[in-house]
């Protein structure tokens, strides 16, 4: 069984930065893909990025091209969402999830319980 634990969400000020970890633990991740997602009140649960754990191939949804980063440490099975130029629009929970590639939320298949990202304008 794989669990995904995410930490680092909080308060922040719009234009501001957040460091999100997810840590997996369990049976080997190596065939797998960490992704990110996210899901604001009252709107669908969206794709944000992932990341291969062989070869650190990575994708990105459109609405955080170019101030987003994903990244994963392998020895420490923990991903990582580093956060840049924050809007009041990613204000939502975000969840790590472990699965195939892809974007969509049935392509994976563990998921962690999520943290909250506010941004404040």
């Known amino acids: 069984q794989v669990h995904m634990v995410e930490s680092g969400g909080g308060l922040v000020q719009a234009g501001g930065s957040l460091r999100l970890s997810c840590v997996a633990s369990?049976?080997?991740?190596?065939?797998?893909?960490t992704g990110w997602f996210r899901q604001a009140p009252g709107k669908e649960r969206e794709f944000v990025a992932a990341?291969?754990?062989?070869?650190?191939?990575?994708i990105y949804g459109d609405s955080v091209k170019g101030r987003f980063a994903i990244s994963r440490d392998n020895a420490k099975n923990t991903v990582y969402l580093q956060t840049s130029n924050l809007k009041s629009e990613d204000t939502a929970v975000y969840y790590c999830?472990?699965?195939?590639w892809g974007t969509g939320e049935n392509d994976y298949d563990v998921w962690g319980q999520g943290t909250q990202v506010t941004v404040s304008s």
């Open positions: 999830a472990a699965g195939r």
């Open positions: 990341v291969r754990w062989i070869g650190g191939s990575t």
């Open positions: 369990g049976r080997t991740f190596s065939p797998y893909v």
